[in-house]
């Protein structure tokens, strides 16, 4: 069964690098536009074309807080998901694009418990995937 260990997520410019606890990879979507005509008949269902434009959506990650770090945002750079490696395969696939770090959060403190940081990452633009192998 495959699991999330040895996932990594590579910022280009700013070089964050905190260890990831949990990546939450976001959804890709279309815009529906309808297509409604005066040629429709009374209870028929109005037909859909899928929009031109894909919308990218958001990563979201926890990081293990160092309490050092200087998470900068707003700053467009190359980021790279690299999946964990599956059985079979030597690399890992992966996902590039341009985005920037739209918020971050230190979570809450608690005794004995380790300090998480959560970072949304906004895709700014194409996502180029590339197959594991």
Do not use: C
């Not at 905190?18 to 976001?26: A, E, F, K, N, Q």
């Not at 529906?32 to 269902?45: A, E, Q, V």
């Not at 005794?111 to 949304?120: L, N, P, Q």
Request: glycine share 8%.
């Amino acid at each position: 069964m495959p699991t999330g260990q040895k996932s990594t997520f590579t910022f280009g410019t700013t070089g964050l690098s905190l260890d990831i606890i949990s990546i939450d990879p976001p959804s890709e979507s279309v815009d529906d536009i309808p297509l409604p005509h005066l040629g429709l008949d009374l209870g028929d269902y109005i037909p859909y074309e899928p929009g031109d434009l894909v919308e990218g959506d958001e990563f979201t990650l926890e990081l293990a807080n160092d309490m050092d770090s200087d998470i900068g945002l707003r700053t467009i750079e190359t980021m790279t998901w690299t999946k964990p490696v599956q059985s079979g395969d030597s690399s890992g696939a992966t996902w590039a694009f341009d985005g920037y770090i739209k918020s971050a959060k230190e979570n809450s403190f608690e005794t004995s418990e380790r300090a998480t940081i959560t970072v949304v990452v906004k895709v700014a633009d194409e996502v180029t995937k590339t197959a594991a192998s």
